[in-house]
């Protein structure tokens, strides 16, 4: 199957993306290090709205996502839906996108996992126990926190469609022997993981820094902690995002 060209993508641009998403990512953890964990926000037997008995960000995040769903915003193969079932269709004129993946981008969708993780590894890590009752405005900050991961993390599929058109042949026969283990060697580069990793620790510890006018402030205390946003880059963002290329490359021949 042929795919247009990618216009005038390059391996550089697409990690220039990531890097810049780094921000929107680390802004976003920060925002929601203002409050604690909130447990009832997720916890149906605390919140759940009485109609669907979904947890209250549950309920918050599939609202939201069936107004962006009506402003064309799942239009954009940059863009992913957490509940993808049942959403309404596009009200707005169709902007026609580059088609730069391949068609069977479409049928791949992490989120599921990403809201496990979030959930269950990642928010734990960010905020501190306990319950303020600020559930709304916590879901709120959840969902920030999600789209931000999920646009990097499905931001694979271009990463690996570079990497596909700049070189077919390398990942050609991995690709007919549906081999993922020889795919995601060969789309590894330890040593721009090791950067990610310093950098966005680097990021964390400038962007969490107080910022006075007066002298006497703590500089050195940090709304997040840069070590921890190193690993979630390690344990989570990049192995996920490493998935969504070997995905994507899976079906690149198709
Ligand atoms: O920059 C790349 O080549 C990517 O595929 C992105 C990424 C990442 O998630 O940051 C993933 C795999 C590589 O080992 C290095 C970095």
Redesign the pocket.
């Known amino acids: 199957m042929e795919v247009a060209e990618s216009n005038e993508m390059t ?1 550089e641009t ?2 220039d993306s ?1 890097i810049r998403q780094e921000d929107t990512i680390i802004f976003s953890l920060i925002e929601r290090t203002k409050y604690p964990i909130n447990v009832g926000a997720y916890d149906k037997t605390k919140t759940a709205v009485s109609e669907c008995s979904d947890s209250l960000v549950e309920f918050m995040v599939k609202e939201t996502e069936a107004a962006y769903a009506k402003c064309g915003r799942y239009e954009n193969p940059e863009e992913h839906p957490f509940f993808p079932d049942g959403l309404p269709t596009s009200l707005v004129p169709a902007f026609n996108y580059p088609k730069i993946l391949h068609p069977a981008a479409a049928s791949i969708n992490v989120n599921s996992t990403i809201w496990e993780v979030y959930f269950s590894q990642l928010l734990p890590l960010i905020t501190v126990p306990g319950d303020d009752g600020n559930y709304a405005t916590s879901a709120v900050s959840d969902l920030a926190c999600l789209q931000a991961l999920s646009r990097r993390i499905h931001y ?1 599929k271009f ?2 469609e570079v ?1 596909f058109k700049d070189a077919p042949k390398k990942y050609e026969s991995a690709i007919c022997s549906q081999d993922r283990d020889a795919l995601m060697k060969l ?4 040593t ?2 090791e950067r ?1 990793k310093k950098r966005v620790a680097k990021k964390a510890m400038l962007f969490g820094q107080e910022v006075s006018l007066d002298d006497n402030y703590d500089e050195k205390k940090l709304k997040i902690d840069p070590a921890i946003v190193s690993r979630l ?1 390690e344990e989570w ?2 192995p996920l ?2 998935l969504v ?1 070997v995905e994507y490359l899976l079906r690149r021949l198709d």
């Open positions: 391996l697409v990690r990531l694979g990463v690996a990497k789309l590894t580069f330890e721009v993981e990610v880059y963002v990049m995002t490493k290329e």
